[in-house]
C-alpha cells in the first residue's frame, strides 16, 4: 500500500484517469483507508474546479460600464508583471 508521500506523487495522475491500473488501484486502496489524503484530494480537486472557473469568466467580455482607463491600467499592469519574470 502506499503512503502519504507517495500518493501525493500521483494526485494528478489519479484525477485524470492515466494511471496504470494498478498503480490507480493501489492510489484508491490508500484513499479507502486515509482520510488525511481523501480531505487533501478533495480539496484539491475544488481548486482545480475554481481556477477553470475563474478562467472561463476571463474569456467573457469586459462589461460596458468599466472604464476603458481601468482597463488600460489593468493590461500594461499585467504586461509589465510578465516581462519582470522573464
Same mark, same amino acid.
Given at each position: 500500500?502506499?503512503?502519504?508521500? /507517495? +500518493?501525493?506523487? +500521483?494526485?494528478? =495522475?489519479?484525477? =485524470?484517469?492515466?494511471?496504470?491500473?494498478?498503480?490507480?488501484?493501489?492510489?484508491?486502496?490508500?484513499?479507502? @483507508?486515509?482520510?488525511?489524503?481523501?480531505?487533501?484530494?478533495? @480539496?484539491?480537486?475544488?481548486?482545480?474546479?475554481?481556477?477553470? @472557473?475563474?478562467? =472561463?469568466?476571463?474569456?467573457?467580455? %469586459?462589461?460596458?460600464? %468599466?472604464? /476603458?482607463?481601468?482597463?488600460?491600467? %489593468?493590461?500594461?499592469?499585467?504586461?509589465?508583471?510578465?516581462?519582470? /519574470?522573464?
Amino acid at each position: 500500500m502506499l503512503n502519504c508521500k /507517495e +500518493f501525493e506523487q +500521483f494526485i494528478d =495522475d489519479y484525477i =485524470d484517469g492515466s494511471l496504470p491500473e494498478n498503480v490507480s488501484r493501489k492510489v484508491y486502496l490508500h484513499l479507502l @483507508a486515509c482520510g488525511d489524503c481523501r480531505s487533501y484530494i478533495t @480539496a484539491y480537486q475544488s481548486s482545480i474546479e475554481m481556477g477553470k @472557473a475563474i478562467c =472561463d469568466k476571463l474569456d467573457s467580455e %469586459v462589461p460596458e460600464d %468599466v472604464p /476603458e482607463e481601468l482597463i488600460t491600467l %489593468v493590461l500594461e499592469n499585467i504586461k509589465q508583471k510578465g516581462s519582470k /519574470e522573464d
